[in-house]
C-alpha cells in the first residue's frame, strides 16, 4: 500500500509536471518519470514483461524520440506562456474536473465483475510470465498479432515517405531568366528544372544562374540593383560563383556588362547572328 | 503486500492521470507536448487493461497493452513526422498556427 502511494503520488506529479513546465525538455523528462512510475506499478500488478516492454518502449524510445524532435526543432518554439491562471485555462481545468468526476463516479459505483480466467500469478511463477503472454498470443491471438506488424510496416513506409515527400516536388534547379517577349511568370524544364521570368516577377528569389535573353539595358540594370542589395546574406555570398549566360538577342552595352561582371562570378555573352 | 491495494486505488490512479494528459491537450498549444499528454492518456488506459488483467486473472488485458504500446509506438513516430513537416511550413509548432488545410 505505501508503495503504491508513493508511486502514485510520484506519477501525478510527474503529470503535472508535463503540463506545466514552460521548457518541453523539461516536459519530456517529466513524462519520462511518469512512464518510469507506471512501469513500476505494472511489476506490482503482476506484469512483469509488459513492465519491461514499458520500459523500452515508451522511456526508451518514444521519450528519446520526443527530446530529438525538440532538438531538432528547438525548444523555444511555440507558445509564450504568460500566465497559467486564464479564464480559458480555469475553464478546461473544471472540464478535467467534470471529466474525473464522472470516471470516478463509475469506478466506484460499479461492481467490477467478469469471467475470471486462469492467467494466475501461480501459473505464471510456475510457467514464467513471457511464455505465458505469448502461450495466448500466438494461439488465440495470431491475428491482431500479425495486424500489429502491419501496420508497424505502415507506419514506417508512411514516415518514409513522409520525409521524402517533400524533396520530391523541390526543384532542383531554379534559372532566372530576363526575357522581354516571354509573357509566363515560370515554367518547368524537365524534371528538376524551373525558368522564372524575372521581368514578370520583379522580386527577388533563390536562383542557381541567369540568362538573359531580351532584355534591354534598364532591365538588366533594376535587376542587378535588386541583386546587389540583396539582404539575404547566405544568398549574397553565392552570387560571386553564379553564372549568368548573355544570349547574343540582348543587346547590352559594354557598361552594363560590367555591371554584371562585378556581381556575378561568371558572365558568359555568346556570340552569334543577331536577329535586326 | 501487494495485496491489499484494492483495485479501485489503481482504476482511480488512471483516472485521474487520464483527466490530467486530458486537461493537459486542452490547455496546452505546443503540439509536442500535447502529443506527449496523449501519450500520457494512453499509458493510463494501459494501467486500467493491466489492472483488470490482474484482478480476473486474465491474459487477454496485458495482450491489448502489448498492442497499444505497438499504436503509440506507430502514433508517435508518424505525428512527430507531421509536426516536422508542418514546421518546415509554419516556423511554429503552435497548434493555432496549422489552421488551414491548405498545403
Not at chain 1, 8 to 23: P, W
Not at chain 2, 25 to 54: D, G, H, K, P
Not at chain 2, 88 to 94: A, F, G, I, L
Request: aromatic letters at 10%; hydrophobic letters at 55%.
Amino acid at each position: 500500500m505505501t508503495l503504491f502511494l508513493i508511486l502514485a503520488a510520484i506519477s501525478v506529479i510527474a503529470a503535472f509536471g508535463v503540463i506545466f513546465n514552460r521548457n518541453v525538455v523539461h516536459s519530456a523528462l517529466s513524462l519520462l518519470v511518469n512512464f518510469a512510475t507506471i512501469a513500476v506499478l505494472y511489476f506490482t500488478l503482476n506484469a512483469q514483461f509488459l513492465g519491461i516492454a514499458q520500459v523500452l518502449v515508451y522511456a526508451g524510445a518514444i521519450v528519446v524520440l520526443f527530446l530529438f524532435v525538440v532538438m531538432l526543432l528547438g525548444a523555444d518554439l511555440g507558445e509564450a506562456i504568460p500566465s497559467w491562471i486564464t479564464g480559458r485555462n480555469i475553464f478546461l481545468a473544471v472540464l478535467g474536473l467534470i471529466l474525473l468526476t464522472v470516471i470516478g463516479t463509475a469506478v466506484f459505483e460499479n461492481v467490477i465483475s467478469g469471467m475470471q480466467g486462469n492467467f494466475t500469478q501461480n501459473i505464471s511463477e510456475d510457467f514464467g510470465q513471457t511464455q505465458a503472454i505469448a502461450a495466448v498470443l500466438y494461439t488465440e491471438y495470431t491475428l491482431p498479432f500479425q495486424l500489429v506488424a502491419v501496420l508497424l510496416t505502415v507506419g514506417v513506409i508512411g514516415v518514409v515517405w513522409l520525409a521524402q515527400h517533400q524533396q520530391r516536388h523541390r526543384f532542383r534547379k531554379v534559372v532566372a531568366v530576363l526575357d522581354s517577349a516571354w509573357e509566363d511568370e515560370a515554367q518547368r524544364d524537365g524534371d528538376d528544372l524551373l525558368r522564372v521570368n524575372w521581368l514578370k516577377r520583379e522580386a527577388i528569389f533563390d536562383f542557381d544562374w541567369i540568362e538573359i535573353i531580351r532584355a534591354t539595358d534598364e532591365d538588366v540594370e533594376r535587376f542587378t540593383r535588386q541583386v546587389g542589395n540583396d539582404p539575404d546574406e547566405w544568398r549574397r555570398s553565392g552570387y560571386r560563383q553564379m553564372r549568368c549566360i548573355v544570349e547574343p538577342g540582348s543587346n547590352l552595352s559594354e557598361n552594363t556588362l560590367r555591371l554584371l561582371r562585378s556581381i556575378f562570378g561568371e558572365v558568359q555573352v555568346k556570340k552569334g547572328w543577331v536577329d535586326a | 503486500m501487494l495485496e491489499q491495494v484494492p483495485v479501485s486505488y489503481y482504476l482511480l490512479l488512471s483516472a485521474i492521470l487520464f483527466a490530467i494528459g486530458a486537461g493537459g491537450v486542452l490547455i496546452r498549444q505546443n503540439v509536442i507536448v500535447i502529443l506527449m499528454c496523449v501519450e500520457m492518456m494512453m499509458n493510463a488506459v494501459n494501467l486500467t487493461f493491466i489492472t483488470f488483467s490482474r484482478y480476473l486473472d486474465s491474459a487477454t488485458g496485458q495482450i491489448f497493452v502489448f498492442m497499444i504500446m505497438a499504436v503509440a509506438a506507430v502514433e508517435v513516430a508518424v505525428g512527430l513526422a507531421l509536426l516536422v513537416e508542418l514546421n518546415r511550413h509554419k516556423q511554429s509548432v503552435n497548434i493555432n498556427e496549422f489552421n488551414s488545410l491548405k498545403g
